[in-house]
């Protein structure tokens, strides 16, 4: 029986936990269980999809790839080469032949069908343990587009990852970020936005000033960042679809950065100068109402709120140095819970609720690290010349960062690494890239 998706559901908050496959897949369901040991990734088989339509065949290879990419790259996952098969999949209906899959190893195996009517796209999958020799879960069908197959690619990723981790899917997502070209010392920097693996960049703002840290908003449909071109900084909000923005408003003299959107994204934490103070303010984007939140003679910027609203994390260096605190919502004394040694900053809530993830830089390195709410378990996940700016993926499993490489020329990159700190990988983008920001799945 197959049930229908057009688009996937939200993401729910889950526990953070580490995974790693089950010793053994005779012993029940598929599963990749939740320890805190080092993992062996868990051997797929995927064959091409098959195509039901003429002309559906021209897509059925790429819609295979990307599902395979998606689950390989989380490490969590390794894909057997089709040249290691015995059976040929020739019919989504056939029964499967478990023994040849047993044969080569295969613990989950992924069986898909194409059909496509002008733009349209049919996409159905089914999902198998093959040692218990049971299908996990109900056949799946999801319709979109041809031009979008990527998208139905990522879905089914997301549906398999999900099926057996038991984790949130977190595939079909966007990142937005700042695209660098030219030399270090004349560097033009613009607003894109790409799918979360680097495919399909598009750029939002021209490259006519300096721009940095653009923030996705809750619903993926807005963005804010911040701009030089009146000479100081400024905060904007971007519409995505259309490209049009509009200015946060200040007042003369005063400068505005390091935007973020509460969890509603009605309202805007940021930091503002104003006589030579750095607080952090917050404004109701549909009234306009500012309200300030610190009044420290202190440098207070890069505040993040809690999923549920009710708190602030953010950076200080009332203490003398840069130091990670937390305070109401509506602001009050803050407390601090950076108890390390070194600078930390850029502080952001995971969306699961129990980690802050941010940058450290000790001893000449820089590193991405996540803590818990109080303080506690501090854990440093990178290591390098210059790591620094994490963002959480819907799913609050993988981070994102930028690291910059040591030398003239400078060179910025965008990596990921889990929250575990195995499987760093690069992000590849047309050119330097920097200051990610994750979104949520798209609706």
């Known amino acids: 029986m197959f049930k229908t998706l057009t688009f996937l559901l939200s993401p729910i908050l889950a526990a953070l936990l580490l995974l790693a496959p089950a010793a053994s897949a005779q012993q029940g369901p598929l599963r990749i269980t939740i320890t805190e040991g080092v993992i062996e990734p868990l051997p797929f088989a995927l064959p091409s999809f098959l195509p039901e339509t003429a002309g559906s065949e021209m ?24 040249s290691a098969f015995i059976s040929q999949v020739t019919s989504f209906a056939a029964p499967v032949a ?26 159905k999958f089914r999902l198998y343990d093959v040692f218990s020799g049971a299908e996990l879960g109900e056949g799946l069908q999801m319709v979109g587009t041809v031009s979008g197959f990527r998208r139905m690619a990522h879905k089914v990723a997301d549906e398999v990852y ?31 936005i790409m799918d979360y693996d680097g495919a399909n960049v598009q750029y939002l703002t021209d490259a006519g000033s300096i721009v940095l840290a653009p923030r996705f908003s809750p ?7 911040t701009s030089y071109e009146s000479g100081f900084p400024r905060i904007y909000l971007l519409d995505v679809a259309t490209s ?19 969890r509603d994204g009605r309202q805007v934490i940021y930091s503002l100068i104003n006589g030579g103070n750095t607080d952090i303010y917050r404004t109701d984007l549909a009234t306009g109402q500012h309200t300030r939140l610190t009044s420290a003679p202190s440098i207070e910027t890069a505040p993040s709120f809690s999923p549920d609203g009710s708190q602030i994390v953010f950076e200080s260096d009332r203490s003398g140095v840069q130091q990670i605190y937390i305070m109401s919502a509506d602001g009050g004394e803050p407390r601090r819970i950076s108890l390390g040694e070194g600078r930390y900053g850029t502080p952001v809530w995971s969306p699961r609720g129990d980690l802050i993830a941010f ?4 001893a000449g390195r820089f590193h991405i690290g996540v803590m818990r709410t109080d303080g506690s378990e501090e854990r440093l996940l990178t290591a390098s010349f210059l790591d620094e700016g994490p963002t959480w993926s819907p799913n609050g499993r993988v981070l994102m960062f930028s690291r910059e490489t040591q030398g003239a020329e400078g060179l910025v990159s965008i990596y990921s690494v889990d929250v575990s700190g ?8 047309p050119s330097s890239a920097s200051d990610p ?4 799945l798209q609706p």
Request: proline share 5%.
């Open 162 to 192: 999900s099926r057996i981790t038991g984790e949130q899917r977190y595939f079909d997502s966007r990142v937005v970020f700042v695209s660098e070209t030219g030399p270090k010392d004349n560097r033009l920097k613009r607003i894109a």
């Open 359 to 362: 940058t450290k830089q000790n």
């Open 244 to 262: 049009g923005r509009q200015q946060l408003p200040t007042e003369a003299g005063e400068m505005a950065f390091s935007p973020r959107f509460s």
């Open 59 to 82: 897509i059925t290879a790429d819609l295979a790839r990307v599902v395979a990419d998606d689950l390989a790259g989380t490490g969590l996952f390794r894909q057997i080469p089709p």
């Open 219 to 225: 619903s993926g449909d807005r963005v804010l960042y």
């Open 98 to 123: 478990y023994a040849d899959w047993r044969a080569i190893n295969a613990q989950a195996l992924i069986i898909g069908a194409v059909s496509t009517s002008g733009d349209q796209l049919v996409v």
């Open 437 to 440: 920001s994750w979104g949520p």
């Open 422 to 429: 195995r499987n760093l990988r690069q992000v590849v983008t």
